[in-house]
């Protein structure tokens, strides 16, 4: 059985008038999914809860920073000239 959008809605109020702000929040964004294009299974079955289990890198756990790649035909800029820098003109 899957619900449409008016239906979560009305749930969404029901909870955010009972106080349960967790569910009223689930639910919305259940409904965001499903107005972003997913089907009302996908939106029930996502993980919308925000949290990510993360990922251990070559050094242990934290250590899994991506790497910034650069746009191709990317230079990096000139270094400044050490014997000009630091000094004003007069």
Same mark, same amino acid.
């Given at each position: 059985? *899957?619900?449409?959008?008016?239906?979560?809605? *009305? +749930?969404? +109020?029901?909870?955010?008038?009972?106080?349960?702000? +967790?569910?009223? =929040?689930?639910? %919305?964004?259940?409904?965001?999914?499903?107005?972003?294009?997913?089907?009302?299974?996908?939106?029930?079955?996502?993980?919308? *809860?925000?949290?990510? =289990?993360?990922?251990?890198?070559?050094?242990?756990?934290?250590?899994?920073?991506?790497?910034?790649?650069?746009?191709?035909?990317?230079?990096?800029?000139?270094?400044?000239?050490?014997?000009? *820098?630091? %000094?004003? =003109? =007069?």
């Amino acid at each position: 059985m *899957s619900k449409t959008i008016e239906d979560l809605q *009305s +749930e969404m +109020e029901a909870a955010a008038r009972a106080l349960d702000f +967790e569910e009223a =929040r689930r639910i %919305r964004d259940r409904i965001n999914l499903m107005r972003g294009g997913a089907d009302a299974a996908e939106a029930a079955q996502a993980d919308t *809860s925000g949290l990510v =289990r993360q990922q251990p890198g070559a050094m242990g756990l934290g250590t899994s920073r991506q790497r910034p790649v650069p746009p191709p035909g990317w230079k990096p800029p000139p270094k400044p000239d050490l014997n000009t *820098s630091g %000094r004003k =003109r =007069r």
